[in-house]
């Protein structure tokens, strides 16, 4: 069964960077499409970009300039990093699992409750 | 961009059925994925491609998608079906979710 599991700060103050690992157990990173989604508090989800089992990097068009998704293979982890925060960013961050590029998202991780705020 | 147009809000009797729409042009085009997310937990998959189910989602969940519309159908409404329920597609490699739609059991 595979599962995801998000870890990193909970609280981030603003103009800084918010991080987010991802660790994956149950299936291999070398395989799959790696993504990021967010939610924010009593509103609709927002896809944050993908990495694939490659390395190549696919964003949001509005995040994209201050966004970087990465892979640890060793760790079979990928992570999040956004910088120039603001309280517009707080948000559940989710990782989720898609088989392909365009593809539906599944398993998710449980949620990780990121807020900006100095 | 793409933006995907789902009421934020359905009520449906326990025993009834319950459609959720998604709005979106010429969504028909594209394959469209259903979520469901209950209060305090992550999204999980109830429909992809349209209208197959993963397994273990019950034979309850169905969906269409044709035009400018797509419909989640859930019968047989039970309490355990009441959450937040969200479409999502691809467009221009980037992917898209509706607002969501409460269902709320009665």
Same mark, same amino acid.
């Given at each position: 069964?595979?599962?995801?599991?998000?870890?990193?700060?909970?609280?981030?103050?603003?103009?800084?960077?918010?991080?987010?690992?991802?660790?994956?157990?149950?299936?291999?990173?070398?395989?799959?499409?790696?993504?990021?989604?967010?939610?924010?508090?009593?509103?609709?989800?927002?896809?944050?970009?993908?990495?694939?089992?490659?390395?190549?990097?696919?964003?949001?068009?509005?995040?994209?300039?201050?966004?970087?998704?990465?892979?640890?293979?060793?760790?079979?982890?990928?992570?999040?990093?956004?910088?120039?925060?603001?309280?517009?960013?707080?948000?559940?961050?989710?990782?989720?699992?898609?088989?392909?590029?365009?593809?539906?998202?599944?398993?998710?991780?449980?949620?990780?409750?990121?807020?900006?705020?100095? | 961009?793409?933006?995907?147009?789902?009421?934020?809000?359905?009520?449906?009797?326990?025993?009834?059925?319950?459609?959720?729409?998604?709005?979106?042009?010429?969504?028909?085009?594209?394959?469209?994925?259903?979520?469901?997310?209950?209060?305090?937990?992550?999204?999980?998959?109830?429909?992809?491609?349209?209208?197959?189910?993963?397994?273990?989602?019950?034979?309850?969940?169905?969906?269409?998608?044709?035009?400018?519309?797509?419909?989640?159908?859930?019968?047989? #409404?039970?309490?355990?079906?009441?959450?937040?329920?969200?479409?999502?597609?691809?467009?221009?490699?980037?992917?898209?979710?509706?607002?969501?739609?409460?269902?709320? #059991?009665?």
């Amino acid at each position: 069964q595979v599962q995801l599991q998000q870890s990193g700060p909970g609280l981030v103050k603003p103009s800084e960077t918010l991080s987010l690992t991802c660790t994956v157990s149950g299936a291999s990173i070398s395989s799959y499409y790696w993504n990021w989604i967010r939610q924010p508090p009593g509103r609709g989800l927002e896809w944050i970009g993908y990495i694939s089992h490659s390395g190549s990097a696919n964003y949001n068009s509005s995040l994209e300039s201050r966004v970087t998704i990465s892979l640890d293979t060793s760790k079979n982890q990928f992570s999040l990093k956004l910088n120039s925060v603001t309280a517009a960013d707080t948000a559940v961050y989710f990782c989720a699992r898609a088989a392909a590029a365009i593809n539906w998202f599944d398993p998710w991780g449980q949620g990780a409750l990121v807020t900006v705020s100095s | 961009s793409y933006v995907l147009t789902q009421p934020p809000s359905v009520s449906v009797a326990p025993g009834k059925t319950a459609m959720i729409t998604c709005g979106g042009n010429n969504i028909g085009s594209k394959m469209v994925h259903w979520y469901q997310q209950k209060p305090g937990q992550a999204p999980v998959l109830v429909i992809y491609s349209d209208s197959d189910r993963p397994s273990g989602i019950p034979e309850r969940f169905s969906a269409s998608n044709s035009g400018n519309t797509a419909t989640l159908t859930i019968s047989r #409404v039970e309490a355990g079906d009441e959450a937040d329920y969200s479409c999502q597609v691809w467009d221009t490699n980037s992917g898209v979710f509706g607002g969501g739609t409460k269902l709320t #059991v009665l």
